[in-house]
């Protein structure tokens, strides 16, 4: 089955600062790559996604990168702010079910 | 527009007892899918309804078992529980369109089960 690898499992920023978060796939037949940030309590929640025909897909200060050959991709966040602290997973998917990578947790400091 | 709802929120359980779970799809979408957390980790693939069937499933013993009713919400039902079925279970509804599944998964808040 699929296996999905994310790195780093923590990363600490300052506001302002840049953050990237990076995964690899096992599965070349995976075609679709959702990214979820995940507060305390709460549900994850969708921020971004990417289809396996597009290379980069940008929304505002969020912006994922594919690299189908490598079977990589990465999310990255720029001028980062307190409340993008959470955790954030990233999964990729095959025919109609997620796999998800351990999860990143993002620490933003004022 | 209501998105994705489940209940119970929290639930303590005692060791071989069962459990059952409900999930509400957010408005529009006809497919429930079910995942496990356990802490520290994401989000595992447990199985999917669509059309009142089993679509999909993972890696899962038979102990977990589901439905879906025609109004398209969902029960988990777990047997014989033990204590690493402890854990945080999400739901996450989408939306079967012109024969089609779309990508997009939107997850609920979770029951967080607990097993002494």
């Known amino acids: 089955g699929e296996n999905v690898e994310q790195h780093p499992s923590t990363l600490s920023v300052q506001e302002g600062d840049s953050a990237v978060i990076k995964c690899t796939y096992s599965d070349s037949a995976s075609n679709y790559f959702p990214w979820y940030k995940q507060e305390l309590g709460k549900g994850p929640q969708l921020i971004i996604d990417?289809?396996?025909?597009?290379g980069e897909k940008k929304d505002q200060r969020i912006a994922v990168t594919l690299n189908k050959t490598a079977k990589h991709f990465s999310l990255h966040i720029t001028e980062t702010q307190p409340e993008d602290s959470a955790v954030y997973f990233c999964a990729a998917r095959v025919y109609s079910t997620l796999t998800f990578g351990k999860g990143t947790m993002l620490l933003v400091s004022p | 527009d209501a998105g994705v709802t489940q209940s119970p929120t929290h639930l303590i359980k005692t060791r071989g007892q069962q459990v059952t779970l409900r999930c509400s799809p957010k408005s529009g979408h006809d497919t429930v899918s079910w995942y496990q957390q356990a802490l520290g980790q994401g989000p595992q693939f447990i199985f999917q309804?669509?059309?009142?069937?089993?679509?999909q499933r993972g890696n899962f013993p038979d102990r977990f078992s589901g439905h879906q009713f025609p109004n398209y919400s969902s029960e988990l039902n777990v047997n014989a529980l033990l204590l690493g079925d402890s854990a945080l279970y999400l739901c996450?509804?989408?939306?079967?369109?012109?024969?089609?599944?779309?990508?997009?998964?939107?997850f609920g808040p979770g029951t967080r089960l607990t097993v002494l």
């Open positions: 996450a509804s989408s939306l079967v369109l012109r024969g089609a599944r779309t990508d997009t998964q939107y």
């Open positions: 309804y669509y059309e009142e069937e089993e679509r």
């Open positions: 990417i289809r396996s025909n597009v």
